[in-house]
Structures are given as structure tokens and as C-alpha cells.
């Protein structure tokens, strides 16, 4: 079965420092999105890319964040300088077309980051 | 910001019992899905229900919707252990490819 990958699943970085995410969708799937999961809370949407394009960024912090997805295939998320406040889960998932569409979302494991 | 909220925050139950959870939203949606997520496998969906459907099953699954109201509800029966989870509602805005997912019921199912 097609799974959405993600590396690394851990990560713990210091204060000001930079990390960077990777993902790789399920083949075929046009749509990526790049959630950040507080503990105890539900996923919120940082970014949404369709093909190589950004569909909707609005709430990722931009002075901070990027995110990208070069050739519309794997995409790459980054956090400079990160903050105490950054520590969560970062979930990325897929799909075979926009979220208006009636599809349904592929989750990958995540990637746990702790900043200290 | 979150549009969804899960109700009850948290649900403990036995092995066998039926477990219900709902879902407000505030504004109109395209659709609505429900997802799982444990410890192990990550985020999974369950189910979809499009905005003009009012019920809908899926194996042990039964999702409803109520537009007028702004709220869905899942029922899940003869629960089993392995149904311990945190389940979310997602919806999708009319005129937008935004999902937003509620607050999440954690569920726990003893054997």
C-alpha cells in the first residue's frame, strides 16, 4: 500500500537554530499539505501546494517558515530561527486533487520536533 | 484557527458498548470527513459526507449531518480496544481547498 514518507521522525534542535522537513507524497497526488499538531489539539494547516504551486500559505508563519515543492513531487519544509513555541508535530499528507474536491487525505507518521 | 469542535473532549467506554462524538463547525461546508488517529498508525480517515448527504455508514461506522444545525456526529459500535484513539472532524469551507479539523474526542475503549 502507498504510503506518505517523512524523515526524520525526531528531531530536537536548540533555539535559533534551523531545521528543515522532508516529504514525499503518494505518487500521483497533486495536493500536499504541511500541518503543524500542538499536543492535545487537532491539526492546523500551515501550507497547501497544488502541483509546485501554493494554494494556501495563510497561516504559516512566513518570517520564520518556507515551504517548498520544486517539482511538484516531494516538498521540503523549513523553520529559521526556530522558537521554543515551534516544538510539535509536523504532519504532512496527500491527495489526488484540491480539498474541494470529495477526496480524501493520505497522512504520513510525522515528524516530532522538540526545540530546547 | 480551528473551526471544528469535538464533543465530548474525552470518552471512556467498554469493550462492546457504543461510542458517540460530535462535531459543531461555525460556517458552510463543501464536506465533512472524520479521522483516527493513534499512537501507531498516524491520521486516518474514516469517512466522508458530502453536504447534501444526512447519513452515511461504513462498517461499524454511521456518520451524521446536520447543515441546519452546523454539526455531525459519529457513532461507533461494538467498540473494541483497538478503537482507542483520538478521533477529528475535518471540514472543508464552501469556496475553498482549506481543511480545518476540529479539537479531536479521545476515546478510550476498555477491554
Known amino acids: 500500500e502507498a504510503e506518505v514518507a517523512q524523515s526524520p521522525r525526531y528531531k530536537i534542535t536548540e533555539k535559533s537554530q534551523a531545521v528543515a522537513f522532508w516529504c514525499d507524497p503518494i505518487s500521483g497526488h497533486a495536493t500536499l499539505y504541511w500541518y503543524r499538531q500542538i499536543l492535545g489539539q487537532g491539526p492546523e494547516l500551515l501550507v497547501q501546494?497544488?502541483?509546485?504551486?501554493?494554494?494556501?500559505d495563510s497561516q504559516l508563519p512566513k518570517d520564520r517558515f518556507s515551504a517548498e515543492r520544486l517539482k511538484g513531487v516531494d516538498s521540503t519544509l523549513k523553520i529559521q530561527p526556530a522558537e521554543l513555541g515551534d516544538s510539535a508535530m509536523y504532519l504532512c499528507?496527500?491527495?489526488?486533487?484540491?480539498?474541494?474536491?470529495?477526496?480524501?487525505?493520505?497522512f504520513g507518521p510525522g515528524t516530532r520536533l522538540t526545540v530546547l | 484557527s480551528q473551526q471544528g469542535e469535538e464533543d465530548p473532549q474525552a470518552l471512556s467506554i467498554q469493550e462492546g458498548e457504543n461510542a458517540t462524538m460530535n462535531c459543531s463547525y461555525k460556517t458552510s461546508i463543501n464536506n465533512l470527513q472524520w479521522y483516527r488517529q493513534n499512537s501507531g498508525r498516524g491520521l486516518v480517515h474514516l469517512i466522508l459526507?458530502?453536504?447534501?448527504?444526512r447519513e452515511k455508514h461504513s462498517g461499524r461506522l454511521r456518520v451524521t449531518l446536520d447543515t441546519s444545525k452546523k454539526s455531525s456526529s459519529l457513532l461507533i459500535t461494538a467498540s473494541r480496544a483497538a478503537d482507542t484513539a483520538s478521533y477529528f472532524c475535518?471540514?472543508?469551507?464552501?469556496?475553498?481547498?482549506?481543511?480545518?479539523f476540529g479539537t479531536g474526542t479521545r476515546l478510550k475503549v476498555l477491554a
Open positions: 459526507i458530502r453536504s447534501n448527504e
Open positions: 475535518a471540514t472543508v469551507l464552501s469556496g475553498t481547498y482549506k481543511y480545518i
Open positions: 501546494f497544488q502541483d509546485e504551486s501554493v494554494v494556501d
Open positions: 499528507a496527500s491527495s489526488l486533487e484540491l480539498a474541494g474536491s470529495l477526496n480524501e487525505q493520505f
